[in-house]
């Protein structure tokens, strides 16, 4: 019908079915029309995942919240009781910190989920459920709170006695020596996967204590990270794995095209900024800037790595010395780029946006900055400033070649919801000299785990787990991290 005036080619709604079909599309606007704004080659999901999503779907609503099966699950839990062979199994997933982390969190939860014939329900704090529309057909995948016998799971932490490290420890579980039936297990095992995790809760990450997990029917999950790459170290995962991901590169691609479309109202502020101020151009470069570092904040050094990545890379035009060059004759003539800047201050943005005001740029190109919002400070449980944050990594996902800062997970949701390989800002270090180079390629546009497991399962002992499969690989911006290649 013609409604696809952004995208390149006509919009494919169920991106290569990907989403399962039949979805109110009122009420979630963003996950038929996302198509038509995107630009970007899509990557097309295999034929083993398709089905495997359309099973985990059956699932979820077998098992969800307001069946008899579910019910019955709850009661269990409450009595504090395990049984043999549960008819369903749960992970529940509390993510938390910025929106990137919660993003890669509740991903990394999906896909455990997925692999481990669990039902996924997520934690509803944190504007989980105010942010995102509902993934799953026909069942919610909130945690109803109001009657989960678990009333204080969200301050689960390090030091939960429940937890799987604490039950290795104090000899509580033992997955060499797995109790005879499974009524012996705990009712539910609290999984601590926070950055600041200890080595017994990185056993998580072994085949012996997934075995022995498998039998728990509860398992509460709390993690801040991107925990993929870890899962793929897990023999036992690796063959349905490859199956489901022929393309190694792609697996948060997937899941997060899969479960994150923003809700209508975030969808509003995607599509009318880019409307707006991106729509028309010729090329749309994104340049997200996250200064970790106080005095990051505004610093010409940073300043000066921002443009010497963009010149270096050919990703923008330079600008021309006023002085020494007469203004090119037809200025204009060729073609438009805009910046969509992101950051939590407005500094860069200003000093970009005035460089290409002050100054001609050497091919004539016309070159326009935008940023939406400068909310200064980073705050947590505000929802006006989860929504910008959202539409943001949207909007960055929206455009055709990006430059993220490393270390940053906002930046890792925006590459993977939009497909692209960006350009990494190396993480600034030096007062007085900016990183050289200033930026290097990613190897691929997965997220990084940051804090990954350093352990050989099978000799029991310490290892390069960044060297133990041609596809897992430490990242390039947090050395000790593991990515999908
Ligand atoms: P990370 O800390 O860079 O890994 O990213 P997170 O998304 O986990 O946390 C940072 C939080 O700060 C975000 O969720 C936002 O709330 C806020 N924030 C950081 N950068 C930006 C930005 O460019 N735009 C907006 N609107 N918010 C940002």
């Known amino acids: ?136 057909p026909g069942t919610t995948w909130l945690l109803p709170r109001r009657d989960f016998p678990l009333a204080s799971y969200t301050n689960f932490s390090i030091d939960t006695a429940e937890s799987y490290g604490n039950m290795l420890k104090n000899k509580v579980l033992n997955a060499d020596v797995p109790p005879a039936t499974a009524t012996q297990l705990p009712a539910f095992v609290y999984l601590h996967l926070d950055h600041d995790y200890g080595d017994e809760d990185k056993m998580f990450f072994c085949d012996d204590d997934q075995r022995l997990l498998s039998n728990v029917q509860w398992l509460v999950m709390r993690t801040d990270m991107y925990t993929v790459p870890g899962l793929f170290l897990v023999t036992a995962f690796q063959e349905e794995l490859d199956m489901l991901f022929p393309e190694r590169d792609a697996v948060f691609h997937f899941l997060a095209r899969y479960l994150f479309h923003p809700t209508n109202h975030v969808w509003g502020l995607v599509t009318r900024y880019y409307r707006a101020y991106l729509a028309r151009a010729e090329l749309r470069l994104g340049v997200q800037v996250r200064n970790f570092d106080p005095w990051t904040q505004q610093s010409p050094v940073v300043l000066r790595q921002i443009t010497s990545c963009l010149w270096k890379e050919k990703l923008l035009p330079e600008v021309l010395d006023t002085e020494k060059h007469a203004m090119p004759m037809m200025p204009g003539g060729s073609r438009t780029t805009a910046v969509l800047v992101t950051s939590l201050r407005s500094w860069y943005y200003e000093r970009i946006k005035g460089l290409y005001w002050d100054h001609a740029t050497a091919t004539g190109e016309d070159v326009s900055v935008h940023q939406p919002s400068h909310e200064e400070q980073q705050q947590y449980g505000k929802k006006s400033h989860d929504d910008r944050a959202w539409a943001e990594m949207y909007l960055l996902s929206l455009c055709d070649v990006l430059v993220t800062s490393g270390w940053s997970t906002f930046g890792y949701v925006a590459q993977g919801l939009g497909g692209m390989t960006p350009w990494v800002l190396h993480k600034p270090t030096n007062v007085t000299s900016p990183p050289d180079p200033p930026c290097f390629r990613d190897m691929s546009m997965e997220p990084c785990f940051h804090a990954p497991h350093v352990y050989d399962c099978k000799l029991k002992r310490g290892a390069d787990t960044g060297k133990m499969l041609p596809h897992v690989r430490y990242c390039e911006d947090v050395s000790w991290g593991l990515k999908l290649v």
Not at 24 to 38: A, L, N, P, T, V
Not at 87 to 111: D, M, P, Q, T, W
Request: aromatic share 8%; glycine share 6%; net charge positive.
């Open 1 to 136: 019908d013609g409604s696809f005036p952004y995208a390149r080619s006509p919009p494919d709604k169920l991106l290569g079915g990907l989403l399962p079909d039949g979805l109110d599309e009122r009420s979630c606007r963003s996950r038929y029309e996302s198509s038509m704004y995107s630009r970007n080659p899509a990557r097309r999901p295999s034929p083993q995942l398709i089905g495997k999503l359309r099973r985990h779907e059956e699932l979820q609503r077998r098992c969800g919240p307001n069946t008899d099966a579910y019910s019955r699950a709850v009661q269990q839990l409450r009595a504090g009781k395990s049984v043999d062979s549960p008819e369903c199994k749960y992970v529940v997933s509390i993510s938390h910190r910025g929106l990137g982390n919660r993003i890669l969190a509740a991903a990394s939860a999906f896909l455990y989920a997925v692999l481990t014939d669990r039902v996924l329900l997520v934690d509803p704090s944190n504007e989980m459920d105010e942010l995102f529309c509902e993934p799953f």
